[in-house]
């Protein structure tokens, strides 16, 4: 009472870190912190605080995702985090699903997988997507993680057998997950199934997914790993299997909550199935094929799924299906304006939407089935739940993407792809609709926006910069006027890190300066832009962080259009770009068959001469063809104007 106020206590950098300030943190409550931190962002910023906290994050560290394979050496992973429990890697480019990256490219596992599997001795989970995996670099990783893997992904890789599952399905008995989804597998029998059932003794296995693969499948071998598994709750399976030579497996699988890859071969044949019966916990069915008449069948399952994912065309009862579903968290159809009227009218909590092209398969008719402004904005007014939307659209407008933008503020993910069946579209550009759209919603992380020219003016391509502040991977396509509206696009970008542009008008020049005004920008890849004679206004972007590749065009791609509806290399595309973010080196990488052009790129230009260090092979060991090489350049290409 009366007497002076206490000072207010401080936490000092001695009591935060140990010292002599009177305070001292022991090491091992910050291990115990550090262990809740589970986002790469705060992680990384923790381990730039000091020595200490580096150490700690290296040894507590139990996930990374390695987001290009070549960005950072496995030995160099290994000695940064070596207790990893979990390891995502990445290889080729995405725009490799499109055709637009050589089959001979690289992103191979065996150096990973070499490396690392014996070293990383609590790894239990392995992911890689878009390498290339032998089957004897299955059979290292069985040698040195097969006792204790419980989780193996591979996500759209070529290059292995059937044998090589096998050697997976015989040793590694802790297996929980192994997903092979749209991996390039040679199928040398269904042998690897019957040894998931019957080479564990306790078999833990719950999900399987071979889905969009060629893997022939015997219903017998089906029903034995669903009898011996009890805790299968979830199969995804590839080929075409009927659903009749099903029904044993449904019998047996009483946990199965998730199935997709079955047919009606039978159409209209109602009397074939009427014997099958879906288990009482399936959530999520996706059939790889069904016709109008088979419908009936699903009526009765449709009404208790969540998700209900049917990639068939409905050309006269469309309204009919998704007034079943209650809740469902996926529609994946080639349905049309009407159809999605019907679903923003029922399913009031849809939360996930996809929209494939009306033409993929020849056999299906575009009979009411395009999809433009009108459902778009039906769906958004409906159902205001939306968390994801992809879209293949043939007609759009201003207002369907405000409509999205003022309705849909949970949206996290928004992809559109304008096609070009219609000689007319009703408004371009569409600059005030997709500032809508990323003002209206804030959490929106990625974003995807491939029109025709025309689409979105120089003001519209700013917009996305000014409005996109948290958004992280931006892939656009046909967008802008000129290279001013690209550098203005980059001077409003703050977070994003992943960035594709296609079908690109832009300058040499404008590009170098547009990436090293993003900041946070890790990796660019671009197809198709103004190309010099020289090419060297591209070295502006020379820094010791950067990887930069070129690759010459094909010209058997010239004006093609892919299957889905992504653009190949388009006449204007004269040279594709690929760029990311290394921590050391300044790498210029070239296929072999670039020899030539890499030669006329540097001989006149006045960086030839600093152009020095070692030749570098990217390939398989082993294979002495496989096709690239890499120019480690010496700093004084940093100083190149």
């Known amino acids: 009472m009366g007497g002076e106020a206490p000072e207010p206590q401080r936490l000092s950098r001695a009591m935060s870190f140990g010292g002599s300030g009177g305070g001292w943190v022991p090491e091992e409550a910050l291990h115990r912190v550090m262990g809740y931190v589970e986002d790469p962002r705060d992680r990384e910023a923790a381990s730039l605080v000091c020595r200490l906290w580096h150490r700690i994050d290296a040894l507590t560290r139990k996930h990374v995702t390695v987001p290009f394979c070549y960005a950072v050496s496995p030995a160099r992973l290994l000695a940064r985090f070596p207790r990893l429990e979990s390891l995502a890697v990445k290889g080729k480019p995405r725009a490799a699903m499109y055709g637009l990256i050589p089959d001979d490219w690289g992103a191979y596992a065996r150096p990973w997988l070499t490396e690392l599997a014996a070293p990383l001795e609590c790894l239990k989970a392995l992911h890689l997507r878009r390498m290339v995996v032998t089957d004897d670099d299955l059979a290292e990783l069985v040698r040195a993680r097969g006792h204790m893997l419980q989780e193996l992904k591979l996500d759209k890789c070529p290059g292995f057998t059937t044998d090589g599952l096998r050697l997976v399905a015989r040793f590694c008995r802790s297996l929980r997950t192994l997903l092979l989804e749209e991996c390039q597998i040679e199928d040398r029998g269904s042998e690897w199934i019957r040894d998931l059932a019957v080479s564990n003794p306790n078999p833990v296995l719950a999900t399987l997914n071979f889905h969009m693969t060629d893997l022939t499948v015997m219903p017998a071998d089906l029903e034995l790993l669903a ?104 529609v994946r159809n080639v349905i049309g304006d009407r ?4 679903v923003a009218d029922t399913c009031k909590k849809l939360q996930r939407l996809r929209i494939e092209r009306g033409d993929d398969d020849p056999g299906l008719q575009e009979e009411q089935g395009g999809v433009s402004q009108v459902g778009l904005t039906a769906i958004a007014v409906g159902c205001r739940e939306l968390e994801y939307i992809a879209a293949y659209v043939s007609d759009i407008t201003n207002g369907a993407l405000e409509s999205i933008g003022t309705f849909c503020k949970k949206l996290y993910d928004f992809r559109l792809v304008l096609l070009d069946r219609e000689e007319r579209i009703t408004e371009l550009p569409l600059d005030n609709g997709v500032r809508a759209l990323l003002r209206g919603c804030p959490k929106l992380r990625r974003f995807a926006l491939y029109l025709r020219p025309g689409g979105l003016s120089d003001v519209g391509l700013e917009y996305i910069g000014q409005c996109s502040g948290n958004i992280q991977y931006m892939l656009l396509g046909n967008v802008g006027e000129t290279d001013d509206g690209l550098i203005r696009f980059a001077l409003a970008c703050s977070n994003l890190r992943k960035l594709e542009l296609r079908s690109c008008c832009f300058s040499e020049r404008a590009l170098a300066l547009a990436m090293l005004r993003m900041r946070s920008l890790r990796y660019v890849w671009v197809q198709g832009y103004k190309a010099s004679q020289t090419g060297r206004d591209l070295m502006l972007m020379a820094r010791p962080f950067w990887n930069i590749e070129f690759t010459p065009p094909n010209p058997n791609n010239v004006d093609r259009l892919m299957e889905n509806g992504e653009p190949g290399v388009d006449s204007q595309a004269q040279r594709e770009l690929t760029a990311g973010r290394l921590g050391h080196a300044i790498d210029f990488t070239f296929r072999r068959q670039a020899k030539a052009f890499l030669a006329s790129w540097l001989g006149g230009s006045p960086c030839a001469s600093v152009i020095t260090g070692r030749l570098e092979a990217k390939r398989d060991p082993g294979h002495e063809d496989a096709g690239w090489v890499c120019f480690s350049c010496c700093s004084q290409v940093t100083a190149l104007p």
């Open 227 to 330: 009898k011996n598994c009890k805790s299968l709750i979830s199969l995804k399976i590839g080929g075409e299997c009927d659903l009749s030579d099903l029904i044993g497996f449904f019998r047996v699988a009483a946990s199965l909550q998730e199935f997709a890859g079955g047919t009606f071969n039978e159409q209209g044949e109602l009397t074939k199935y009427e014997n099958v019966k879906f288990p009482s916990r399936l959530c999520s069915l996706g059939l790889t094929f069904m016709a109008t008449n088979d419908m009936p069948i699903i009526f009765p399952f449709s009404g208790g799924t969540q998700e209900a994912g049917f990639a068939v065309h409905f050309p006269h009862h469309r309204r009919s299906l998704p007034a079943h579903c209650k809740m469902p968290e996926l």
């Open 339 to 342: 159809g999605l009227g019907v």
